[in-house]
């Protein structure tokens, strides 16, 4: 058990049932009447953000959770199977729990948490930012915009972005898997 004095963010815990970790807190002393902490929870299972506000001193449910490399391995129709890189232990993960999937290819390495007392897999985070080659791009023609023009890409994981007209196909360009953005040309 934790109370609100121990809050810090990315915190998990357990709230009538359902996981959440805590996105952003702030501890509260009104002039008048007693002290609180108002803090933003993300669902785990949802990715759903609520505000709730706690009295002082409360005590609260925390989760136990490790972060754990895997390597993505391939996916088949029970969800994308991953590899422990130290232990060699195979694992399937739901595509719902893992964000940026959609750019996600075979070897990459992922973060997942998981709840120590269950070993039940709770989030699974691609790198904030991957290098991917793209697979197909119409050709920009010159002249048509006035400033900062963007055009469909394909890239080699199947995910679409939108690149600045100079990115030819066959480039190898960074992508933010937060947001899907163009970050970058890759220097080969």
Not at 105 to 128: F, H, N, R, W, Y
Not at 177 to 184: L, Q
Request: glycine share 8%; proline share 5%.
């Amino acid at each position: 058990m934790a109370t609100t004095a121990d809050f810090r963010n990315g915190m998990c815990l357990d709230i009538d049932g359902q996981y959440y970790f805590i996105v952003e807190f702030l501890h509260v002393k009104p002039g008048k009447g007693p002290a609180f902490v108002r803090t933003k929870l993300r669902n785990v299972a949802t990715g759903r953000v609520l505000d709730k506000t706690w009295n002082s001193g409360v005590k609260v449910e925390e989760v136990r959770i490790e972060r754990r490399p895997y390597q993505f391995l391939y996916k088949d129709e029970a969800g994308l199977n991953f590899m422990h890189p130290e232990t060699f232990e195979q694992i399937s993960i739901p595509e719902v729990a893992i964000t940026g999937v959609q750019f996600l290819k075979e070897g990459d390495m992922v973060e997942a948490m998981v709840q120590s007392s269950t070993e039940e897999i709770l989030t699974c985070e691609v790198p904030a930012h991957v290098n991917l080659r793209v697979t197909h791009s119409e050709p920009g023609v010159r002249g048509d915009t006035a400033q900062n023009a963007l055009k469909p890409a394909t890239l080699e994981t199947g995910a679409e972005i939108r690149v600045p007209l100079f990115i030819e196909e066959g480039e190898l360009i960074e992508v933010d898997t937060r947001d899907g953005s163009y970050v970058g040309r890759v220097k080969e």
